[in-house]
């Protein structure tokens, strides 16, 4: 099936010769039960990365030298793109960020949200008009909405990123949503890729879901989640709202979805070859399944590892010592009711991930707070916890 071993890369025959047969054995009989071959994820991200590269190439054509976003070049993010998905693989779904740049004409302005509860989690995008009419090389053919004459105000009255995109000064998650989408599906013909899949939108308020079918009945779905990048660090603003939080469509709300990519990105170059990490990932998710703890938490948990334990200590032959100590650490998490964030106050970060200056020193966010804010929570926690 889809799940079996995948010898040129996955075979615990290419395995040192110290291992226990016994122990061996085991990891063959966990493999097949969890299945844990990880999907044909690569060629997959792949084709999803050229598709992407198509559909914004088509786009730039489209609007160049008008008053929507800019859209940069897509970053791939989440599980699929880390190399572990836990789902099955038809269940996959590859997520990618689009990052928004102003157009000519307009600057974005981010500002800590002080409509939610927790402001350091969310911010609003305030759009603001800049003059394009003075300047070294003012621009003769891009209209300056500052100080339009009046013909030209008559005859671009409606044309402007802050009548379409915007709910009052603040960029709309859900219109620029609805916007791509429309743009995907009057698109989708002159993109390459439309002469080997079919494309179906498939209905969804703050993001571009897309459902890609090969005429053999095998089907991809991509997630297109818009962005605007924090200065130059590696942290956005995203407009995918969390399972247990939908704020208002103008609110968008901080991700380290690109970070964490590139922190698996760099692990997997600095471990040993066959490292087992995202087999551990897999397993662990799995393990987990009705456990009630998100997968955030566990992938949270993981990273913390991956910087305590030498990466030496993650060769194949340790999978089941390895996951043995994520279940303890998230079981001392929840007896403490407290999982530290990775990417505050972390004095282990890899340099190459960049983080706004204020995270050096910021005191971390608890992932398990709402344990902390409620005893009854914590003991339900620990009780499925333990049934495992």
Excluded at 118 to 137: D, K, Y
Excluded at 335 to 357: T, V, Y
Aim: hydrophobic share 40%.
């Amino acid at each position: 099936g889809i799940y079996e071993l995948d010898n040129s890369r996955d075979s615990e025959s290419e395995e040192s010769e110290e291992e226990n047969p016994a122990e061996k054995n085991m990891m063959w009989i966990i493999s097949r039960r969890f299945q844990l071959s990880v999907p044909k994820l690569a060629s997959r991200t792949r084709v999803v990365q050229e598709l992407l590269t198509d559909l914004l190439q088509v786009s730039h054509g489209l609007f160049s030298d008008s008053f929507f976003p800019v859209l940069e070049p897509a970053i791939g993010v989440g599980s699929a793109f880390e190399g572990w998905s836990p789902h099955k693989e038809e269940d996959v779904v590859y997520c990618m960020f689009v990052p928004l740049k102003p157009p000519h004409g307009y600057a974005f302005h981010l500002e800590p949200d002080t409509l939610q509860e927790m402001p350091q989690t969310s911010m609003r995008i305030r759009v603001e008009l800049v003059c394009t009419c003075t300047g070294e090389q003012p621009d003769q053919n891009m209209l300056c909405f500052l100080h339009p004459s009046e013909e030209e105000l008559n005859r671009n009255q409606v044309a402007s990123l802050l009548h379409t995109l915007c709910t009052g000064p603040y960029l709309d998650g859900e219109k620029v949503a609805l916007w791509f989408q429309t743009f995907v599906i009057s698109a989708w013909s002159a993109v390459p890729q439309s002469h080997r899949y079919s494309m179906k939108v498939i209905p969804s308020c703050r993001s571009c879901k897309m459902k890609l079918m090969k005429a053999s009945g095998r089907s991809l779905f991509v997630e297109l989640v818009f962005s605007v990048q924090q200065g130059d660090s590696d942290i956005f603003l995203s407009s995918q709202p969390t399972e247990d939080q939908l704020p208002p469509s103008t609110t968008w709300l901080v991700s380290y979805a690109v970070a964490e990519a590139k922190f698996f990105r760099h692990v997997s170059m600095q471990a040993p070859p066959q490292s087992c990490h995202l087999k551990c990932l897999r397993l662990s998710a799995r393990l987990l399944e009705g456990s009630g703890l998100s997968s955030y938490a566990l992938k949270t948990t993981v990273m913390h590892l991956l910087t305590l334990i030498p990466l030496s200590e993650w060769q194949h032959r340790y999978l089941l010592m390895r996951v043995d100590d994520v279940m303890h650490y998230l079981r001392c998490c929840l007896e403490e009711k407290r999982l530290k964030h990775f990417f505050f106050g972390n004095e282990d970060m890899p340099e190459e991930i960049s983080l706004p200056a204020a995270f050096q020193g910021a005191q971390p966010l608890n992932l398990f707070q709402h344990l902390a804010q409620d005893p009854a929570a914590q003991t339900e926690a620990l009780r499925k916890f333990d049934k495992l």
